[in-house]
């Protein structure tokens, strides 16, 4: 009898595993219906409504949006035993993102990422913008687009459920010239993809360069660091910068440099390098020149955490694509369930024009003039292995 009762608890501590696993590979793949809900998020001081949008995907993965900035609040795709991770840091209610001076999972613009002195020149006459970052201008200035009520509205596609959100940005917010009409549409693929797809207009020639500022750690757990999680970028060039971040109109090869990641390298494995480039940064805080042709939505970036078995791609259209790799991250914000976020706990991945486009010729322009439409799509695309 006692035989029989050891080699029932043996066979039971064996199949345990084996029927949880197989639990959580269940929960991954049955099938939900696509769908958006609407829950309300909160109310701004000037009385304006923000609205959460939570998108689910026929495999059960979820993204939720608010009109606040056009902001992604989470992201869950499945690890390798199928079970939701959420892989985006960010706040638990409005209050967080109405404080927040970081950007997380924002909208940014007019135009993403640094602007020198804040100063560009279009077609003879000089612009000033709001200076929000030392001597510079960054994101759009202290009230870009991220910091505004977009119009949003549900849509059901081919792809996934959507939502698409819209902001009229008014000629002179924060400097820029013309009035400027942007839409972003989110979509969750049925193949576990975050698309964006951005569109602009103005009434007057101007510069535009939005982009996408989650803050990624594919563990799904914001108290460990991203450092051994692996990069790929499909990139032989940077645009180096200055002292103050700026680029100093120069490309240099990434060959014999801690910026080549032409082959998958733990983000931590020369961060702390003696180098020039990352001592400006305090780590990686720079613009890297896509190989591929722009213009035409192409793979440029995967990003893998050994812990999960999450892997990110990023498929974009853009010529640039900016890699941060948290450097200024320090404990002090505190985000979902109260976790202190700290120093290299998320990356952000900007596909973008190049930092300060506007002040140098030979970069790709991010003039926009009235009668011309600006576009991009990129796709945060996820699987496992």
Known sequence: MAIKSTLFALALA????????????????KKAEPSVAETAFGTLEDG?????????????A???????????????????????RDVVL?????AGYVKDKDFFGVTVGRFGNRIGAGKFTLDGKTYQLNLNNGPNHLHGGAHGIYKKLWKAEPVKGKEGPGVTLTYVSPDGEEGYPGKV????????????????????????????????????NLSGDPTQTILDEELTIDADKTTPVDAGLIPTGKLADVAGTPMDFRKATKIGARID??????????????NWVLRSPAKKVRKVLELFDARSGIVMQILTDQPGLQFYSGNFLNGTIHGKQGVAYQHR??????????PDAPNHPNFPSAVLRPGQRYTQTTIYQFSTR
């Open 273 to 286: 390098a003696k180098d020039e480039q990352l001592e400006f940064g305090k780590g990686y805080d720079h």
């Open 48 to 60: 304006g409504k923000v609205t959460l949008y939570t998108l689910t995907n026929a495999s059960g």
């Open 345 to 354: 706990t998320a990356v952000v991945l900007e596909a973008q024009l190049f």
């Open 90 to 94: 960010g706040y638990d209610d409005l």
């Open 181 to 216: 009409t942007l839409t972003v549409t989110y979509t969750l693929t049925n193949k576990n993809g975050l698309r964006i797809d951005y569109r602009g207009t103005t009434d007057k020639p101007t510069v535009l360069n939005p982009t996408h500022h989650s803050y990624w």
């Open 62 to 84: 979820e993204v939720r949006i608010i009109n606040f900035g056009a902001t992604v609040v989470s992201l869950k795709v499945p690890d390798r035993q199928g079970k939701l």
């Open 14 to 29: 064996f199949t345990q595993p084996m029927m949880a696993s197989a639990t959580a590979s269940a929960e991954a793949s």
